[in-house]
Structures are given as structure tokens and as C-alpha cells.
T-cell receptor, first 114, second 112 residues
């Protein structure tokens, strides 16, 4: 069965510093992988996704993630944090074996310090 | 704008009452989903629908009922609300299984 683990429920960085949010997944077949962002009192919105092809995926707002099959990871990065990046981030996985149901991680709240 | 609206945005009810949360889409998403979001649990799937009149259970369906008589509407009913159903509920739509989901703004439900 699919599963997603996000390491760290809270991450704090200084403005201008590297953002790294960790996600590991479990899937018996090639997965679809997603990162969503949730701002306060809003629904989730897609940051980026990996389905097939290039393993480095670029998303909105300067974020990118790399699919590493050998490490079963899909970590999210951004070179330089901005105050507006403060939000909750969710990693998600779906695959054929799971009927393409999407499984979400527990979320990581990103704090950005001035 | 993926056109998912939810109503009401906030609801307070009492234990044992029936509550219906509405979800409407202006896009033609085939798939629609209901999730609940609780601290420490991320999003958990309650029910989903692949098309009008086709619905199926997700991870946490007990105590909930859904219907989808029209493609654009996917209401979620709590037949007899319990305190454990206090949560934020999100409706989402997708064009294909496993593809990007587009979320509504959520309904914050409090059961007293």
C-alpha cells in the first residue's frame, strides 16, 4: 500500500535561506508524486508534480523537487526563502496499484523568520 | 480558478443533528473527493466519486453519506453528527484518477 512520510511537522528558516522539506514515499509501482501548499484558511493548491520523465521538477514560486527512486524520496527545495513562503506543505502519492487514490502526508508547516 | 465552491464556510451544530456540506464545481471534473483535515493527520479521504451516480468509500467513511445525482454537485451529509467529526472538510475535483486535484476553500465544522 502507498504511504507518505514527511519528516518534521515544523521547519523554520530565515528569509533568504535554503528551504528543504523532506518527503519519503512507499509505492510498489511507479508513483505519481505531488507537493501541495496550503495558506491559512484556504484549500490546497498544487506546487508541482512528477508523473514520468525528467526527475527534477520545477514548480511555482521558485520551488523544485527531485524524484529519487533509489531513495524513495521527493524532497522539496527552494534556494532562497521569502516571507510569503510561510504556509503548510503537503507531499502526496498516487499509483495504479492503489487505484490512483491520492495519499497525503501529515504536512510540514514552514516558518520564515525575518 | 478551478471552480470548486463549498458552503457553508463555517458551521456549528450539536451532537446528533444531521448536517449537509455542499460542494459545487463550475469545471467538468469527472472525479470529486471529500477529505477531512485534522491536526497531525494531513488529509484523509472520506468518499470519492468517479462520475454522476458512482461513489465509493475512502479511508474514513463511517458516519458520512454522499450523493452525486449531478456531475457538478457532490454534497456530504453527516447523518448524526458526533464531536469526533469536528474538523475542516475539503472538497476537491480532478479530471482523472491520480491526477492533480483542485480544492475548494474548506468548511470548518464544529460539533458541540
Amino acid at each position: 500500500a502507498q504511504s507518505v512520510t514527511q519528516l518534521g511537522s515544523h521547519v523554520s528558516v530565515s528569509e533568504g535561506a535554503l528551504v528543504l522539506l523532506r518527503c519519503n514515499y512507499s509505492s510498489s509501482v511507479p508513483p505519481y508524486l505531488f507537493w501541495y501548499v496550503q495558506y491559512p484558511n484556504q484549500g490546497l493548491q498544487l506546487l508541482l508534480k512528477y508523473t514520468t520523465g525528467a526527475t527534477l521538477v520545477k514548480g511555482i514560486n521558485g520551488f523544485e523537487a527531485e524524484f529519487k527512486k533509489s531513495e524513495t524520496s521527493f524532497h522539496l527545495t527552494k534556494p532562497s526563502a521569502h516571507m510569503s513562503d510561510a504556509a503548510e506543505y503537503f507531499c502526496a502519492v498516487s499509483d495504479r496499484a492503489g487505484g490512483f487514490k491520492t495519499i497525503f502526508g501529515a504536512g510540514t508547516r514552514l516558518f520564515v523568520k525575518a | 480558478d478551478a471552480g470548486i465552491t463549498q458552503s457553508p464556510r463555517y458551521k456549528i451544530t450539536e451532537t446528533g443533528r444531521q448536517v449537509t456540506l455542499m460542494c459545487h464545481q463550475t469545471w467538468s471534473h469527472s472525479y470529486m473527493f471529500w477529505y477531512r483535515q485534522d491536526l497531525g493527520h494531513g488529509l484523509r479521504l472520506i468518499y470519492y466519486s468517479a462520475a454522476a451516480d458512482i461513489t465509493d468509500k475512502g479511508e474514513v467513511p463511517d458516519g458520512y453519506v454522499v450523493s452525486r445525482s449531478k456531475t457538478e454537485n457532490f454534497p456530504l451529509t453527516l447523518e448524526s453528527a458526533t464531536r469526533s467529526q469536528t474538523s475542516v472538510y475539503f472538497c476537491a475535483g480532478s479530471g482523472a484518477p491520480g491526477d492533480t486535484q483542485y480544492f475548494g476553500p474548506g468548511t470548518r465544522l464544529t460539533v458541540l
